[in-house]
């Protein structure tokens, strides 16, 4: 008996796995943690935009935020693991590829690999703030950035180095929010298990969203650019201080008010992606 096993069922025993049960249930999970995260981004911005200053409308205030509810530590580890889900769905998507026609293109397969290092620091971050190590990789974005830009600024060709990358996250923004404006997140939803309205309501959620998410990651690659022009790692800004810059734009507290709402409704766009995406 030749119990060797060919190698295209192999392949195909191995893609049936990346889309088992338990990784459709981690991708599941994943988006239902970043969506309280970007959820509760929106709410703390909005609190700035009405005149409070006080936490950071950042991953780590988000955490700060969500520590000081009932079950709060409880919480942020299940957000920590969540996030881990969703690194893994993407590392199984990079390996066998993604649902739809094109998901096993070259290029498909190396921005979910991308995603899955992207989500995997996350993770760590915030099961280091669970851990009680705030430090580690959770603290002010702002400052963070700052002192990336410093440390790179230092570089042989530094400068280039930082404009090349601000550029980069600005070409991502405006990305992000083309393809929210466009409606292309609706190719990987299941919508004909959606209600006519149901539809209406995640299409407002995602363009909304997804506009406001690219407009804030323009605006931080814009002021790397700008630290990389002038030297000055201060111009360097992290999600709080992105965000607060809206405020000082002619349109005053009340575009920091849309952008704000956006990241929340980006936030509830992100439940309904756990509900309906196609994994």
Same mark, same amino acid.
């Given at each position: 008996?030749?119990?060797?096993?060919?190698?295209?069922?192999?392949?195909?025993?191995?893609?049936?796995?990346?889309?088992?049960?338990?990784?459709?249930?981690?991708?599941?999970?994943?988006?239902?943690?970043?969506?309280?995260?970007?959820?509760?981004?929106?709410?703390?911005?909005?609190?700035?935009?009405?005149?409070?200053?006080?936490?950071?409308?950042?991953?780590?205030?988000?955490?700060?935020?969500?520590?000081?509810?009932?079950?709060?530590?409880?919480?942020?580890?299940?957000?920590?693991?969540?996030?881990?889900?969703?690194?893994?769905?993407?590392?199984?998507?990079?390996?066998?590829?993604?649902?739809?026609?094109?998901?096993?293109?070259?290029?498909?397969?190396?921005?979910?690999?991308?995603?899955?290092?992207?989500?995997?620091?996350?993770?760590?971050?915030?099961?280091?703030?669970?851990?009680?190590?705030?430090?580690?990789?959770?603290?002010?974005?702002?400052?963070?950035?700052?002192?990336?830009?410093?440390?790179?600024?230092?570089? /042989?060709? &530094? +400068? #280039? *180095?930082?404009?090349?990358?601000? $550029? !980069?996250?600005?070409?991502? =923004? @405006?990305?992000?929010? %083309?393809?929210?404006?466009?409606?292309?997140?609706?190719?990987?939803?299941?919508?004909?298990?959606?209600?006519?309205?149901?539809?209406?309501?995640?299409?407002?959620?995602?363009?909304?969203?997804?506009?406001?998410?690219?407009?804030?990651?323009?605006?931080?690659?814009?002021?790397?650019?700008?630290?990389?022009?002038?030297?000055?790692?201060?111009?360097?800004?992290?999600?709080?201080?992105?965000?607060?810059?809206?405020?000082?734009? /002619?349109? &005053? +507290? #009340? *575009?920091?008010?849309?952008?704000? $709402? !956006?990241?929340?409704?980006? =936030? @509830?766009?992100?439940? %309904?992606?756990?509900?309906?995406?196609?994994?």
């Amino acid at each position: 008996m030749n119990a060797t096993v060919p190698i295209p069922e192999i392949g195909r025993t191995a893609r049936r796995g990346a889309r088992s049960n338990p990784i459709r249930v981690a991708a599941r999970c994943g988006f239902l943690a970043r969506g309280v995260i970007y959820l509760l981004v929106g709410v703390l911005a909005l609190r700035i935009a009405f005149g409070d200053s006080g936490e950071q409308a950042d991953r780590g205030g988000a955490l700060a935020e969500l520590a000081t509810a009932p079950l709060g530590n409880p919480s942020i580890w299940a957000l920590g693991l969540g996030l881990a889900g969703m690194a893994l769905w993407r590392l199984s998507e990079a390996l066998f590829g993604a649902a739809g026609p094109d998901g096993h293109r070259p290029g498909k397969r190396l921005l979910s690999l991308g995603r899955c290092v992207f989500y995997a620091t996350v993770s760590l971050s915030v099961v280091e703030f669970a851990a009680g190590r705030e430090g580690d990789g959770s603290g002010a974005s702002d400052q963070q950035s700052r002192d990336a830009t410093a440390t790179v600024l230092e570089f /042989p060709g &530094g +400068p #280039w *180095l930082v404009a090349v990358a601000g $550029a !980069g996250v600005v070409v991502a =923004g @405006v990305w992000i929010a %083309a393809r929210a404006a466009l409606r292309s997140f609706r190719k990987n939803l299941r919508r004909n298990e959606m209600s006519r309205r149901t539809r209406q309501v995640v299409d407002a959620l995602g363009v909304s969203g997804g506009v406001a998410r690219g407009g804030v990651f323009a605006a931080a690659g814009a002021f790397a650019v700008k630290a990389a022009v002038h030297h000055d790692p201060g111009s360097a800004k992290g999600m709080d201080d992105t965000l607060r810059s809206f405020a000082d734009t /002619p349109a &005053g +507290p #009340w *575009l920091l008010v849309l952008v704000a $709402a !956006g990241l929340a409704l980006f =936030g @509830v766009f992100s439940f %309904a992606m756990a509900r309906w995406r196609k994994v």
